[in-house]
């Protein structure tokens, strides 16, 4: 009930398709299990994508059948009114990771409606992940442990999320909307390629953020969610990103979608087909615009050559080049993310490479507040795990252990959620400003 009323505080009537959900899925799973698999699975896929096609993809369907006057324009806007419930991506593709799997034979089908709504609805991951899958909260639900430590691990994780939105993502996104809305008369190749890695900082500690604080709530409740990120830019490949980024959605498109067209069980030209096809979609689930998927086949393409190279280039270049290739990738691919058109992204890309346009630095001091370059350092220290090494090496010098280093993370916890509470007060939280996933 709290978990209803949490969402319905926030999109009102459209609490009932949520609720729907729940209720299709919850009999599609005791359909497959007692009557006709394949009945059961049919209805529930068809009915999640159904919900994701009419309010996510028809506004984007709907001006490409425009573009080619298939439909009239009245129609059109009928189309692009459609409001987006938030989280729709996360608790459709949960409830049919939960078919797909009692059709599987994976897990029992529930007979317990309430737990398998409480599943569905679970405020602290519905509207930003990471999906979750009933296996892995099904005893947790019926039967949850809620003890002191694992609550003091919850408020520790949650606040250092918190902080990670507050302190990193937001400065960097001051910095990154603002080159971002230069004219491209005045943005030049410095400034093009420090709103990139401004932007690449800002989506890692915003996403991550909501993932911590998810985590941190769960813990709170007694449920241990999955991990959702694990340093993505530290890795020397496109395919390791994707094991180390959104982990919990790229472990949903290879169970659910790539192994079901077959994976690479078929033909080597097969494979790379199903590879470009997941990231299709994978761009796609990102957003209804054809910058996000351009951006995923972007990302497909490269996975592709790492895949088709791997043995006789890829293994052959040490380390560091690895490192240098998959953070230029990365980075670049941003531009194309970020951007609200194609034309946009282009015009973009074309600025990070054009050696004529000499730098504003009234711009630059204008965004580079100090703020914002304490943000960009941060950022850059925790995207490793060295960091994190290196100041357990440093409280072990001192001997800072036991409960000392309990209290001490007692008062750095207070500190981050006190300077949190100041950003909060003065208005720069901003959440779910990018997406409406």
């Not at 692009?80 to 938030?86: A, D, Q």
């Not at 689930?285 to 972007?298: C, E, K, P, R, V």
């Not at 004529?356 to 950022?379: G, P, Q, R």
Request: proline share 2%; charged share 15%.
């Amino acid at each position: 009930m709290a978990s209803l009323f949490f969402y319905t505080w926030g999109e009102r009537h459209l609490v009932l398709l949520i609720i729907a959900s729940g209720l299709i899925d919850f009999c599609c799973g005791l359909v497959i299990e007692r009557y006709h698999k394949k009945l059961g699975l049919t209805i529930s896929i068809a009915f999640n994508l159904s919900l994701l096609m009419y309010f996510k993809y028809a506004g984007f369907v709907s001006e490409i059948f425009n573009s080619i006057n298939l439909i009239s324009n009245e129609n059109n806007r009928i189309f692009n009114s459609i409001i987006l419930p938030l989280g729709i991506s996360f608790y459709t593709f949960q409830t049919m990771s939960y078919s797909i799997d009692v059709y599987r034979g994976k897990i029992k089908a529930t007979k317990s409606l309430i737990n398998f709504l409480t599943y569905v609805s679970l405020f602290p991951q519905l509207i930003a992940g990471p999906i979750v899958r009933y296996a892995q909260v099904e005893k947790e639900i019926s039967s949850r442990k809620v003890t002191v430590d694992l609550f003091y691990s919850g408020i520790l994780r949650f606040v250092y999320g918190l902080a990670k939105k507050l302190i990193v993502a937001n400065q960097c996104a001051f910095l990154a909307d603002g080159i971002f809305a230069l004219h491209n008369d005045e943005k030049s190749m410095l400034l093009a390629w420090i709103g990139l890695i401004a932007y690449g900082f800002q989506i890692f500690f915003d996403f991550s953020g909501y993932s911590d604080m998810a985590i941190g709530l769960g813990k709170m409740f007694g449920f241990n969610f999955p991990e959702n990120f694990n340093y993505p830019y530290i890795s020397k490949s496109v395919k390791e990103f994707w094991r180390r980024w959104h982990i919990t959605l790229s472990e949903w498109f290879k169970d659910y979608l790539y192994i079901s067209l077959g994976g690479n069980r078929i033909s080597v030209n097969r494979t790379y087909l199903n590879l470009l096809f997941v990231f299709f979609i994978t761009g796609l689930w990102h957003g209804a615009n054809w910058t996000f998927i351009i951006w995923g086949l972007f990302h497909g393409f490269f996975i592709l050559m790492e895949k088709r190279f791997e043995k006789s280039f890829f293994d052959k270049l040490p380390n560091w080049f690895l490192h240098v290739y998959l953070m230029f990738i990365i980075t670049f691919s941003w531009a194309i993310f970020r951007s609200n058109t194609i034309t946009d992204a282009w015009q973009y890309i074309k600025q990070l490479f054009n050696f004529s346009v000499e730098t504003n630095f009234n711009y630059l001091y204008f965004y580079m507040t100090k703020e914002v370059i304490f943000a960009m350092l941060i950022a850059f220290l925790l995207s490793t795990p060295k960091f994190q090494i290196y100041i357990k090496k440093i409280l072990k010098s001192f001997h800072i252990q036991g409960p000392t280093l309990k209290y001490l993370k007692v008062f750095y916890v207070l500190g981050l959620f006190f300077i949190c509470q100041y950003y909060i007060a003065s208005g720069s939280y901003n959440p779910f400003i990018y997406f409406r996933f």
